[in-house]
C-alpha cells in the first residue's frame, strides 16, 4: 500500500500516511477496506483487498 501512495500522493512518511488515512470501513463481505475520508487529498477512496483475518493484502486501488 505504501508504494501506491507514494506514487499517487508523493508521500511516504508512514506517521502521515497513516495519520491522513483515518479510519478504514471494513466490508467482511467482499474482504475490502476502504479509506472514504483520507485526507491525503479528500478527493479519492482507497480500497485495500486482504484475506483471512487480514493476514494477507492484495490489491489496493485508488479511485475517484
Not at 21 to 30: H, S, T, V
Not at 39 to 63: A, H, P, Q, R
Amino acid at each position: 500500500m505504501l508504494s501506491d501512495i507514494e506514487e499517487m500522493f508523493g508521500i511516504n512518511d508512514i506517521e502521515i500516511i497513516k495519520n491522513s488515512l483515518g479510519n478504514a470501513l471494513i466490508d467482511l463481505d467482499n474482504n475490502r477496506l476502504s479509506y472514504i475520508e483520507q485526507t491525503l487529498d479528500g478527493m479519492y477512496i482507497i480500497d485495500v483487498e486482504f484475506d483471512g483475518i487480514f493476514e494477507k493484502f492484495y490489491y489496493v486501488s485508488i479511485d475517484g
